[in-house]
């Protein structure tokens, strides 16, 4: 029995030094190359991680990056037409001026025109009718002398005054 037992542990230690030589080295080693593999994956995935962290870090920031440029482009805008508006209001003003004082121009021209046509007419009649007077006045000898000596009257006056 003890060489039984002997030969069952010799027996035993032969397998376990073919299993330690033979088998565990191989096995160690497919272990420690799915152990790096895991270690690879999970090292991976953390920078794929901070990857996909960075690129929506990026998308937010480029988000709020239009929406302020969209703000921006916005105000401009508004401003843009609020100056087109004060310009062509402006020009709209001048442009009124303009007509205005064109237009008054050309109503101090008519007036002056009117007031020439009138004076030439009026000159016009007065001296027809100055002449129907006159005409009036010297047809009889009674009327010439009145007019001789009313017209000395008024030099002699005249002469007194100076």
């Given at each position: 029995m003890v060489s039984t037992i002997l030969a069952e542990v010799f027996a035993f230690l032969i397998i376990l030094f073919v299993?330690?030589?033979y088998v565990l080295p191989p096995l160690k080693a497919m272990t420690d190359k799915r152990?790096?593999?895991?270690?690879q994956q999970v090292e991976d995935s953390r920078k794929a991680r901070e990857r996909l962290e960075q690129a929506e870090a990026a998308y937010r920031e480029a988000v709020e990056n239009a929406q302020n440029?969209?703000?921006?482009?916005?105000?401009?805008?508004?401003?843009d037409a609020q100056r087109i508006a004060d310009e062509m209001r402006q020009?709209?003003?001048?442009?009124v001026e303009r007509l205005r004082?064109?237009?008054?121009e050309s109503l101090e021209n008519a007036r002056s025109q009117v007031v020439r046509e009138l004076k030439?007419?009026?000159g016009g009649h007065s001296t027809e009718l100055a002449g129907r007077l006159v005409r009036q006045?010297?047809?009889s000898d009674q009327a010439k002398k009145a007019s001789v000596d009313s017209f000395l009257d008024e030099l002699n006056r005249s002469a007194s005054r100076n």
């Open positions: 299993l330690y030589k152990a790096q593999e895991i270690e440029d969209a703000a921006r482009i916005r105000d401009d805008a508004r401003a020009k709209a003003e001048e442009e004082r064109r237009g008054e030439t007419e009026l006045e010297l047809q």
